[in-house]
């Protein structure tokens, strides 16, 4: 119900009368009016607390720690699954992502999301950015961009997402300009389809 704190020196007794008071109406919510009188006595009032109701977010990410499962997140909200990203802090001895050697950076390995158009991969990149800055890796992120079926360039490029291969971006930013001008949704060339990007997130 709540919890005992102490942020100055009191005696022994009064404070295990406290403590014998706690578990007494711990288990009694019917008792709850009669410690918020007691609480505001002299004394008790600095000693007693009532624990504060955190706020539940819309969306929850969850980490599996099952061997099995390592390195697997999980996005829902408080009716359905989101999503789901897997990813590892990896160490790049080449220059096939960043143009540079020897680094350490978060590699996403997979990301899906179960509804579109919600922003749970955006949500994704953002939590993978804090993962990355948690373990050193300075907001370094990396990934490979393939799927014929649904391509994910023009949203990892608007992201901030870059590649190497600067001929690819230069079209990827060209539809992203075209769609913004006609105020309408990108549509991806059937070319993307076929691309496979060593793609990574521009350092902050």
């Not at 109406?25 to 624990?51: A, D, E, H, V």
């Not at 829902?76 to 789901?84: R, S």
Request: glycine share 4%.
């Amino acid at each position: 119900m709540f919890n005992i704190y102490s942020h100055k020196t009191y005696s022994k007794t009064y404070l295990k009368f406290a403590d014998r008071f706690c578990n007494m109406i711990r288990n009694k919510p019917q008792n709850r009016f009669k410690t918020k009188l007691l609480c505001q006595i002299n004394g008790f009032n600095s000693i007693l607390q009532y624990p504060k109701n955190k706020k539940i977010p819309e969306r929850l990410i969850y980490e599996h720690k099952n061997p099995e499962s390592r390195g697997w997140f999980t996005m829902f909200d408080k009716v359905d699954v989101l999503g789901w990203m897997k990813g590892e802090v990896m160490h790049i001895t080449k220059a096939d992502f960043y143009p540079m050697e020897n680094y350490n950076t978060y590699f996403i390995h997979r990301l899906n999301a179960a509804t579109y158009g919600i922003n749970v991969g955006s949500d994704f990149i953002k939590f993978a950015k804090k993962l990355s800055i948690k373990n050193g890796c300075e907001g370094r992120i990396c990934l490979v961009a393939a799927n014929s079926n649904r391509p994910p360039h023009i949203f990892y490029r608007k992201m901030g997402f870059d590649c190497q291969d600067t001929e690819k971006m230069a079209l990827l930013d060209k539809l992203i300009e075209r769609a913004a001008l006609k105020q309408e949704n990108i549509k991806t060339p059937q070319i993307c389809e076929h691309w496979v990007l060593n793609m990574f997130l521009k350092k902050p």
